[in-house]
């Protein structure tokens, strides 16, 4: 799924590389605990996080994430969208909780990968 | 066998800001020099693990990065208050990290295991009030 079609689902906000709609999407990971995020979540391109700080991008660079997701209505600072920019991160905000946007991508074909999904 | 490329990188105290530069930056130079992105991703992961531990626990410290045509070789140190119980700190889930850190998304105690688990070769020396070093060794091929 293209991060475009994402942004619609989650009713969503584009914060950086809005040039970047059409990175295709197959599975995702949601998380507050960078710890885990490292630990468990090898193949998942996009993450969904209540989490607000610069270790957030810095984690998504390390594990080539390519979407953050910030839910709950948290907004990325000016410091975490310059670095994102850099990066080439897509970073997105949704007022919808983590619970709820996540079972509306689950549920339009987005898949979970890592340990306990298979 | 000599190396190809050797780097040096400060790891500043208690900046969280910058904490993942030097990671970033070995990242970058892996991908200019073509490696495997598996290879990558396992190097960027342990190094950035260990790089936060220095942040974290060891006062700041310093990162000595080499490349070599078959390996990578990844020093990280630190003149910090060191480990009391090496086993003890390699459990999962066990950690001493500040409620701070927890609250930044760290300090679930799964660092040292994840670097273990990147490497091809993991050493971790430490004593009491003698600091930490982390030797990580990732082959290319």
Excluded: W
């Excluded at chain 1, 630990?39 to 080539?64: C, H, W, Y």
């Excluded at chain 1, 839910?71 to 850099?86: D, F, S």
């Excluded at chain 2, 992105?37 to 992961?45: L, M």
């Excluded at chain 2, 990290?97 to 993991?122: Q, T, V, Y």
């Amino acid at each position: 799924m293209e991060v475009k079609q994402i942004k619609e689902l989650i009713t969503g906000e584009v914060h950086t590389c809005a040039d970047r709609m059409d990175i295709v999407i197959k599975s995702a990971c949601g998380a507050d605990l960078m710890s885990d995020v490292m630990a468990f979540s090898k193949e998942n391109a996009m993450l969904l996080t209540g989490l607000v700080n610069p270790q957030v991008i810095r984690t998504a660079e390390m594990m080539d994430i390519q979407v953050v997701v910030f839910v709950r209505g948290k907004k990325p600072t000016a410091e975490m969208c310059e670095l994102a920019e850099e990066k080439g991160i897509v970073l997105l905000s949704t007022e919808l909780t983590m619970f709820t946007a996540c079972g509306i991508l689950y549920k339009a074909g987005i898949a979970g990968k890592g340990s306990g999904c298979e | 066998m000599s190396s190809i490329i050797k780097k040096e990188y400060d790891i500043p105290a208690n900046d969280f800001s910058l904490a993942g530069e030097a990671s970033s930056n070995v990242r970058k130079l892996l991908t200019q020099l073509g490696v495997n992105p598996t290879v990558i991703k396992r190097t960027s992961i342990a190094m950035y693990e260990a790089e936060l531990n220095v942040v974290i626990h060891g006062n700041g410290g310093k990162a000595r990065v080499e490349i070599f045509e078959d390996k990578i070789e990844i020093l990280v140190y630190d003149e910090g208050p060191g480990i009391e119980d090496i086993e003890l700190a390699m459990k999962e889930g066990y950690s001493t990290a500040p409620d701070f850190i927890r609250e930044m998304g760290f300090g679930a105690g799964m660092g040292l295991s994840n670097i273990k688990k990147n490497s091809d070769r993991f050493v971790l020396e430490s004593e009491p009030n003698k600091g930490t070093r982390v030797y990580i060794t990732i082959y290319l091929y």
